[in-house]
């Protein structure tokens, strides 16, 4: 840069921010937080439980894809105890206090998923690009049809995972339930399917919820109960705002894993409970925080409700296994 | 007009003559899928929508310097139209009830006067709405979300947001069946976006609406005519008062800091990234400085205890009209936020939060120390305050309902 330059650039520069400039207030500065997102590593722990429901035989070699693969469908579905999840249905004893509710919204994203071989070893799933439901890093599973009292859903429904997984005898399945992290917080005005829908945004904290499982409970003569939403995404994030990166990094990243041992993709369906998921809540009154449980650490709905899921409220790291998806 | 172009055309010079010379590293964000807006870059500024923006009329009031610009965004004057027309268009709301100047009423620069916001439902927001005058220069979004760093990106939450519901849409295609029959709509998409096939987006709505909300410069006030060197433009009473708001003794301006009173402004001259979130001891339910739900501020966000209380630095220009105040409009008057501030904290005496003593919390900022302030001073700091409207801005035909008959 010549002389000549600088100076006028800094004439310049004064003349246009003055003279109104004074120094900032640094002594409340926020200090960037170095916490770390544990999104989106996969798990590849084995194990051992579980037997043996698939009899093909393998060629490939070990978590290798290929585009010769055989197509794999995992097929996915929703129950509230005993009965099957419905926008058209109302469901009776549910939680502490023996709520009776009506269904609003059943919709979560799935990744990583992993077929679990005889042998104990994870292989990796190859989604199938479809444009609307699955994108090579997620796909999105919508339960909800749009009827009944799923007044803000839609018709269009998804209850299946289509991808391929090398041949291989398999007796289990492997997945998360949330959106990669390297995924979960661009811009989704311009993400392709299926995270442009923007009933899964989470814009405030610059996201996506991962499930969104939403109930309205009646009224048992009380007074209207408030509704009870169930947005579990990644929160306590922290960005680059000078590099203009809104989110680099999620203190507590809120994905778990749903490992099913014996799972035979065949025959068996994934079926998540409702029931399970706020056995220990009361869907009556909102003990504090938003109506239901939008991930707060201090939420009285998800103390109880983020242990089923596997996840420690506090740190929104794994603790524990899952006990809401099951094999059916 | 003349000068506004002489304005931009300098600091594109300047910028250029950064670039030049500019020693700091380019950008090793980590890429974020998705066609995330690529972060901003002055170096690349200056070429790419500095040069596009020429044409663009700014009409930057006296001494301001433009704002950052997304690179994938240039400022268009048809692209600032939709995003008028938009913003003032029922039909972004889920029950076409409600625009965004619904809570954004340009006659209380762009504020409803209300304590806090109602959104189409009916449903009482929380907070209160934002000032949006000079909102293209705030670093960071909304009350205390360090996580909303564009307009566009902002755009996504009153829209779409649950809790609460503010414009309450369904999703984005109950908003864009509503307008591709529109020939208006039709028209200004491909005007606004020339060279797409189909414009009417959900992308295009937001880049529009923070299009047209970067032009709502104010800056004309009695205040900036005093600066200008009128010096009859402020009263006796108002020199006194601006003489107490830049003082140590009452220290307003620490945090209502630059030209806009507020140390949460960016410009594209800036080198720096700056935005701070304050603890203004409004509360302490529990002596360890806790704010009532929903409103405890950043830590909503970071999740950090420190963080309770901390919300960011609303700007004063135009606050005579922007009434009442605070994040919870929990003050009607100016010369309440006055006593708030002497008093170093607020004491609450009945109602829910009863005992509440926000002078005793250990969060607040060291700023919020109390002052003594006499009837006289406060009328002038008062008066002060008053000297920061600008009367053109808040009926200024450019920027109001283009649906008005």
Not at chain 1, 96 to 107: F, G, I, N, S, Y
Not at chain 1, 241 to 254: D, F, H, I, Q, Y
Not at chain 2, 342 to 365: E, F, M, N, Q
Request: charged share 20%; hydrophobic share 35%; with cysteine.
């Amino acid at each position: 840069m010549n002389s000549k330059m600088s100076i006028a650039a800094s004439v310049l520069a004064t003349a246009i921010v003055c003279p109104l400039v004074v120094f900032a207030c640094s002594s409340d500065d926020p200090a960037p937080a170095a916490k770390t997102d544990a999104g989106a590593s996969s798990s590849s722990s084995s194990s051992s439980s579980g037997g043996s429901s698939s009899s093909s035989s393998s060629s490939s070699s070990s978590g290798g894809a290929d585009a010769g693969d055989p197509a794999v469908t995992i097929n996915f579905g929703a129950k509230v105890g005993a009965e099957p999840w419905s926008c058209t249905k109302q469901y009776l004893d549910l939680g502490t206090t023996k709520a009776k509710v009506e269904p609003k919204d059943l919709r979560f994203y799935v990744h990583d998923v992993r077929m679990i071989r005889s042998d104990d070893q994870e292989v990796p799933v190859t989604l199938t690009v479809d444009g609307k439901w699955q994108s090579a890093d997620v796909a999105l599973i919508d339960l909800e049809d749009g009827t009944g009292s799923c007044t803000e859903g839609n018709p269009d429904v998804n209850a299946k995972i289509v991808g391929t997984a090398p041949k291989a005898t398999y007796k289990g399945l492997a997945f998360r339930i949330g959106v990669p992290f390297a995924k979960n917080h661009g811009n989704p005005t311009t993400a392709p399917a299926p995270l442009n829908l923007t009933q899964m945004l989470w814009s405030w904290q610059a996201g996506y919820r991962f499930m969104k499982i939403d109930t309205q409970p009646l009224d048992t003569g009380a007074g209207a109960p408030p509704p009870f939403f169930m947005h579990v995404g990644s929160t306590d994030c922290v960005g680059d705002p000078e590099k203009g990166v809104a989110v680099t990094s999620c203190g507590r990243p809120n994905r778990f894993e749903v490992r099913l041992p014996a799972f035979d993709a065949a025959t068996q369906k994934v079926v998540f409970d409702y029931a399970a998921l706020v056995a220990g809540a009361d869907l009556l009154v909102n003990g504090g925080g938003p109506p239901g449980c939008m991930s707060g650490t201090t939420d009285p709905e998800c103390t109880p409700t983020f242990p089923k899921m596997g996840l420690d409220v506090t740190s929104g790291a794994p603790s524990g296994a899952q006990g809401i998806f099951k094999a059916e | 007009m003349k000068r506004a172009h002489a304005v931009l055309a300098a600091s594109v010079a300047v910028l250029g003559a950064f670039a030049a010379c500019s020693s700091e590293p380019s950008s090793t964000a980590p890429s974020v899928d998705g066609g995330a807006p690529p972060p901003y870059d002055a170096s690349t500024d200056a070429t790419t929508p500095a040069d596009a923006e020429v044409s663009f009329d700014w009409d930057f009031p006296p001494d301001f310097p433009p704002p950052r610009v997304p690179a994938d965004n240039p400022m268009s004057a048809v692209k600032a139209q939709l995003g008028r027309r938009l913003f003032y268009d029922k039909r972004m709301s889920g029950n076409q009830t409600q625009s965004c100047a619904g809570c954004h009423d340009i006659t209380k620069s762009f504020t409803d006067g209300r304590a806090t916001a109602r959104g189409s439902t009916g449903q009482a927001h929380p907070r209160a709405a934002m000032n949006l005058a000079n909102v293209g220069y705030m670093s960071a979004l909304g009350w205390a979300n360090p996580l909303l760093l564009t307009l566009e990106q902002q755009a996504l939450v009153p829209m779409f947001g649950d809790n609460p519901v503010e414009l309450g849409l369904k999703d984005s295609e109950q908003l864009l069946a509503r307008l591709r029959p529109d020939p208006v709509y039709v028209d200004l998409f491909a005007r606004a976006f020339p060279g797409v096939a189909d414009p009417i987006t959900l992308e295009n709505v937001t880049k529009a609406l923070a299009c047209f909300e970067r032009t709502l410069l104010s800056g004309r006030s009695a205040y900036d005519r005093y600066l200008a060197g009128d010096a009859n433009a402020l009263t006796a009473s108002q020199k006194r008062g601006r003489e107490m708001f830049f003082s140590e003794r009452f220290e307003c301006y620490h945090c209502h800091a630059g030209f806009l009173f507020s140390d949460s402004t960016m410009t594209r001259l800036s080198k720096f990234y700056e935005v701070a979130f304050h603890n203004t001891a409004l509360y302490d339910l529990d002596g360890k400085g806790a704010y009532p739900e929903p409103n405890r501020g950043l830590l909503e966000i970071t999740g950090k205890p420190a963080d309770m209380g901390r919300f960011r630095v609303p700007t004063l220009r135009n606050v005579a009209v922007t009434a009442p105040y605070f994040h919870d409009g929990s003050a009607a008057t100016l010369s309440d936020v006055l006593d708030h501030y002497a008093a170093g904290g607020r004491t609450i005496t009945s109602g829910p939060y009863a005992g509440s003593d926000g002078s005793k919390s250990p969060l607040k900022s060291s700023l919020v120390r109390g002052f003594t302030l006499d009837p006289q001073e406060k009328a002038d700091l008062v008066a002060f305050l008053e000297s920061l409207t600008d009367e053109g801005f808040l009926k200024d035909p450019r920027f109001g309902d283009p649906f008005a008959p």
